[in-house]
């Protein structure tokens, strides 16, 4: 198979593996563990897929305004966005669509199945303790819609002995940021783990439209978030634990909707909970029971005075039963049985109100043996709505030595129709089938303990591409916009180069994106992605002072299909700064943006441009 990516990316590729210190941004330590990869834990190091974990530290520093700033500065992601932090928002990995990937808070996916995606806007941040982002096609693991990756959200979590923390910050269009926690575990048999946090957010934002938008108005457009996670355990006897996860956040965000009158305002809610049991029944077998249920609420006044007209909620829940049986010492057989429906309740559109019921059966099986890793995976996905879809992935991996490792894999995935692909009047078809996609990837990576490199190698090929196109066949004329068909195929293909290096007190990292998402049957690039994109970081510590440089840049991009209204690349220069003031007090000090650069990442939407913040937080965590 070839992969006709351009003659500089894989230059690029081997002059970063050759040279340490070429490219730089933080990759996962090989001591680090994560869980996505696998529906497990496993230490970074053995896994195949290409991961990233973005730690607390990482957040705390970061100073972002939402999930969507945080995303953006990572490799092989970028974001698109209609306005301020509190309006809706699109984030693509490797390329794919928004929802073409999984987004999960401590095990429950969540999102709209009208739209597909998850609603980025109504996440909290201040709720999240890491991050973990797993590149590629993990359908046989997760089922619909796993094309580009799978992002996983953990809250805080509860461990050791208690703790508080809390943090406050102020900033630029008078952001106004507030969190606090509560975590630990008591020792003993029977043993309990708890975590609570709050938060609340609010600024009065900027304008979310530019002059050319059809809903231009130039009032500013704020938000106001509240937010509330926790996590409790009980550990019945060794091996053996009960419990609870839940989130809940709601989102009160203004937005343009032309000359009208009335303040237009989205109301979104976000309600997750879960309860599990986890039980270790043979030394060897290990069996993870999980009840789940999110919310995905949105109302919006549409610039009258009342919710009461557009509202649309979606209702997920989801039994999973997932068992983990070692088998010769370190290899694992995964048996995975899960069903999930999806409820739709529509008020402004009552042809949406359905749902729908997938039953899965998913095998996969993990072997290291010696310099030698390999795993192999097949699932079986049935839908009450658009049938059966069996998938399937096979990785590989090769030890050079303690410091390299490459890989190779292939995978297969599929996108399921969205609610409105299929039922929204005008516009959706309920003979539309899921997208399929096929994807081949290669791995380097390498880490002496000072240096960490990853490069990784992808094309991942798209058919049954469902997209809008004009004009539509038996349908009222009023719908010009196009409608939802299977007819398009895709690739998505690219080099993504990343790594860090520490010089001392000096750190730098960072990432370069080479790309082609093309859409193979209009001979166009997909809209809102970039060919190139890359980030650059410095920081500088000593003692209770750290101090940081970020430089994230993107290339052109187009806002249409058809590839006719280009948006400029831009070059954002950030820095940040924090100081130990005591033990357990911190800080911290960002300025985004300082050039002031005016760009767009949708068309005539707004930027945030320079903005500074100022916060101080205690605790660790």
Avoid at 110 to 138: K, Q, R
Avoid at 458 to 487: H, Q
Avoid at 581 to 599: E, M, Q
Wanted: hydrophobic residues 35%; contains cysteine.
């Amino acid at each position: 198979m070839t992969f006709p990516v351009s003659r500089a990316a894989l230059t690029s590729l081997a002059l970063a593996l050759a040279t340490p210190s070429a490219f730089a941004q933080t990759t996962n330590d090989a001591g680090a563990v994560v869980v996505t990869a696998t529906r497990t834990p496993q230490l970074a190091s053995d896994v195949i897929s290409d991961t990233l974990t973005i730690n607390s530290t990482d957040i705390a520093n970061s100073g972002a305004g939402s999930v969507i700033d945080l995303l953006q500065r990572q490799r092989g992601i970028e974001v698109a966005s209609n306005g301020g932090p509190g309006t809706t928002a699109s984030v693509f990995i490797r390329g794919a669509n928004s929802n073409q990937n999984i987004v999960l808070v401590d095990g429950v996916r969540i999102g709209s199945s009208t739209t597909g995606a998850a609603n980025w806007s109504a996440i909290p941040l201040s709720s999240i303790d890491h991050i973990e982002i797993v590149y590629g096609p993990l359908s046989t693991l997760y089922g619909a819609d796993a094309v580009g990756g799978v992002i996983q959200i953990f809250t805080k979590q509860g461990k050791g002995s208690p703790q508080v923390s809390a943090s406050i910050g102020a900033g630029s269009d008078s952001t106004q940021k507030y969190d606090a926690s509560v975590f630990g575990a008591t020792g003993g048999e029977h043993s309990v783990s708890y975590s609570l946090s709050v938060g609340k957010e609010k600024s009065d934002g900027f304008s979310a439209t530019m002059p050319g938008n059809y809903s231009y108005n130039a009032d500013d457009d704020g938000y106001d978030r509240e937010s509330a996670a926790g996590q409790f355990s009980l550990r019945l006897a060794p091996g053996h634990e009960l419990g609870l996860t839940f989130l809940h956040s709601k989102l009160d965000a203004q937005y343009d909707n032309g000359s009208d009158p009335y303040d237009a305002r989205n109301l979104q809610k976000l309600d997750n909970i879960a309860v599990y049991s986890k039980n270790q029944f043979l030394p060897n077998w290990t069996s993870l029971v999980q009840v789940a249920q999110a919310k995905d609420d949105e109302a919006s006044n549409g610039g009258v005075e009342s919710y009461d007209r557009y509202s649309i909620n979606t209702k997920q829940t989801d039994i999973s039963w997932q068992n983990d049986i070692r088998l010769f010492g370190s290899d694992t057989l995964q048996v995975l049985f899960d069903h999930r429906k999806e409820e739709v309740l529509s008020t402004s559109t009552p042809e949406l109100t359905r749902d729908r019921t997938t039953k899965s059966v998913a095998l996969s099986y993990s072997l290291k043996r010696g310099q030698n890793l390999a795993s192999i995976g097949v699932r079986n996905d049935d839908s009450s709505q658009y049938g059966s879809n069996k998938t399937y992935s096979v990785g590989y991996g090769y030890r050079f030595s303690s410091t390299l490792r490459a890989s190779a894999s292939y995978g297969t995935s599929f996108r399921a129709p969205t609610f409105n692909e299929l039922y929204y009047p005008g516009y959706g078809l309920a003979t539309n089938q899921p997208e399929k996609a096929h994807n081949t990837e290669l791995g380097l990576h390498y880490d002496d303990g000072v240096t960490q490199l990853g490069a990784s190698l992808y094309r991942n090929r798209l058919t049954n591409m469902i997209v809008n196109t004009v004009p539509c066949p038996n349908t009222d004329p009023i719908y010009s916009y196009g409608c939802a068909y299977n007819v398009n195929r895709a690739t998505l293909e690219g080099v993504t180069l990343s790594g860090h290096r520490q010089f001392g007190d000096f750190g730098i990292g960072g990432s370069a994106d080479w790309q082609d998402p093309k859409d193979d049957t209009a001979g166009a690039i997909l809209a809102r992605r970039a060919k190139k994109h890359a980030d650059l970081t410095l920081d500088y510590g000593v003692g209770a002072y750290k101090a940081g440089l970020e430089w994230q840049l993107s290339g052109q991009r187009f806002d249409d299909a058809a590839n006719r209204n280009a948006l400029g690349g831009y070059g954002l220069l950030n820095l940040y700064g924090t100081y130990q003031v005591a033990p357990d007090w911190s800080i911290l000090v960002r300025l985004n943006n300082i050039a002031d650069k005016k760009y767009q990442l949708a068309r005539y939407y707004s930027t945030a441009g320079s903005t500074v913040f100022v916060g101080l937080r205690y605790g660790i965590k």
